[in-house]
């Protein structure tokens, strides 16, 4: 079982909508540029709409607002959770449509953890996720341009920032902040990092587990003080959350 007291699933989430824009002509040509996508072919969605059945021969919308990418979220990770994946988005139609162009529905910037793959945990294919991971979801300018690559050209209307119990980065950046050990290499910009989110109320494990939840919060208000991404939010045609994946039960669930 979960150990999170009545989580939210992940689907539940605040209103905001997230209608399809006018793109600009100019963005649309540079984005056309970057994804390879012919002008003409800027309306085309891949999945089953596009590129013929999913395996299970059902056909599923592929989601076009941030409302409808979290239900999708949720509904994946239900599968997931419940070892009823459908490998969606796989299939040989599917990776011949994705040849020119992509249009994933949602992006998750999540942990290096080799326990919490996105594509995984949510039951999606290719095409379906930009993915951007980090240890404990840190942000550089490397991840920051990603994201706004992702939300920017490609019109994403879901940031999704994923932690997850028992994060190793986390953990060793509140045991560097108890014992103000340096850690080796590059990994001390980690701790440095998440570091304004430890949760000094708490002790031990508690301290940890606290923690990761207000790394997310942390990584997902720093996001949203993007002034980019922050306009695309005013116009409601995006959104940024926070969720947390539980080792133990699978479930993702919001916590930011
Ligand atoms: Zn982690």
Not at 85 to 98: C, G, I, K
Not at 176 to 187: F, K, S
Not at 218 to 237: F, I, M, N, T, W
Not at 241 to 246: D, F, I, L, Q, T
Request: net charge neutral; with cysteine.
């Amino acid at each position: 079982m979960n150990s999170e007291p009545a989580p939210r699933a992940v689907g539940h989430a605040p209103t905001a909508s997230a209608a399809a824009a006018t793109t600009p002509r100019r963005r649309s040509m540079l984005r056309a540029a970057l994804t390879g996508t012919a002008l003409i072919g800027a309306g085309l969605t891949v999945g089953a709409s596009s590129a013929g059945a999913t395996p299970t021969g059902a056909t599923r919308s592929r989601p076009t607002t941030a409302q409808e990418a979290l239900r999708e979220l949720a509904a994946g990770n239900k599968r997931w959770r419940t070892y009823r994946e459908r490998h969606p988005d796989e299939s040989p139609a599917v990776r011949a449509a994705l040849t020119s162009s992509q249009h994933p529905f949602a992006l998750v910037l999540g942990c290096i953890d080799s326990r919490v793959p996105p594509e995984l945990v949510f039951d999606q294919g290719l095409g379906d996720l930009m993915t951007v991971r980090s240890a404990g979801e840190v942000l550089d300018e490397a991840v920051l341009g990603s994201i706004a690559y992702g939300v920017l050209e490609l019109d994403i209307p879901l940031v999704m920032v994923l932690g997850h119990q028992s994060c190793g980065a986390v953990k060793a950046a509140v045991q560097a902040d108890l014992t103000g050990e340096e850690l080796p290499a590059h990994i001390q910009y980690i701790a440095d990092q998440i570091k304004p989110a430890i949760d000094r109320s708490k002790e031990g494990d508690a301290r940890v587990d606290a923690t990761i939840d207000a790394n997310v919060a942390l990584v997902r208000s720093r996001l949203a003080a993007e002034p980019d991404l922050a306009a695309k939010v005013d116009e409601g045609k995006l959104l940024i959350v926070g969720a947390r994946y539980e080792l133990t039960s699978q479930l993702v669930h919001r916590v930011a």
